[in-house]
């Protein structure tokens, strides 16, 4: 492992079976949601940060949004790049630490999906996430996070759990750190007869947390919703999805 702390770099490569999880149907319903709460319009600049392999991405660039999509992962952004020549569609896609974008007022949305945030050891990294969507963004510009409920998490907590996405079985054993409300995982893949085993940590949020870090971050209107049927946040909700806006000053 590179360093510890950054488990995610051996982590991601043995996660991409997952993504088959996801119902095409989930994507796009996700997807309609988007375009409604960040007001996106063809030749809108949004910024993708994760994008993994384009689920999100790729469908709104087919409706004509100028898409710049961040990844770590190179096979990631690779993938995302062939499915997009096959689609005739541009995607601007840039590997980066979604810690190092360094983007000025330039786009009119942006979002972070999937629990695709609280992946650094010290809190101020995940902070500072939060910071560059906010100076990547032109004023008035849109965020919308989509992201695990910690409250969801801790009152129905699976400690041992198993799926299969793809050809790969996927066994998860979970701890969760009261102190630090990290949530510790050891995720065993298993494809072929053959176990890759990884360690992940993601420190959880509540709602309100992460209100006020979108608060220090320099958003206003922040919203939060418990579903895309804009239902409340509440401990049965199993993610949350954080609005916030950049004031036009
Ligand atoms: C759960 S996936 C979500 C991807 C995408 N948002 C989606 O909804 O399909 C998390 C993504 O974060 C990326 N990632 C993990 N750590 C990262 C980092 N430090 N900087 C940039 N991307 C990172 C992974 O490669 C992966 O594509």
Request: a positive charge; aromatic letters at 12%.
């Amino acid at each position: 492992m590179k360093n510890q702390s950054e488990w995610w770099h051996e982590f991601f490569p043995s996660f991409r079976p997952v993504f088959e999880r996801i119902p095409a149907k989930a994507t796009n319903a996700i997807v309609r949601h988007l375009i409604k709460k960040l007001n996106l319009e063809p030749g809108m600049k949004f910024l993708d940060c994760p994008c993994g392999i384009g689920r999100i991405a790729l469908p709104l660039a087919r409706k004509g949004i100028n898409i710049t999509g961040v990844d770590f992962m190179q096979s990631y952004l690779e993938e995302l790049e062939r499915r997009a020549k096959n689609r005739k569609l541009k995607i601007r896609t840039v590997k980066a630490d979604m810690r190092r974008i360094n983007y000025q007022n330039e786009f009119h949305a942006a979002a972070n999906i999937w629990t695709s945030f609280g992946y650094f050891d010290k809190e101020s990294d995940n902070m500072l996430v939060l910071k560059k969507m906010y100076k990547a963004l032109k004023p008035g510009g849109r965020f919308l996070m989509l992201l695990l409920n910690r409250d969801y998490v801790v009152s129905n907590f699976m400690a041992k759990d198993w799926f299969t996405a793809g050809n790969t079985r996927v066994f998860t054993e979970t701890e969760f750190d009261y102190r630090t409300s990290k949530m510790k995982g050891r995720w065993h893949f298993v494809e072929d007869g053959i176990e890759k085993k990884h360690e992940m940590t993601i420190r959880l949020y509540s709602y309100h947390e992460l209100a006020i870090m979108m608060e220090r971050a320099g958003f206003i209107d922040i919203e939060g919703y418990g579903s895309i049927k804009d239902e409340p946040i509440n401990k049965d909700s199993n993610g949350m999805l954080i609005l916030g806006v950049k004031p036009r000053r």
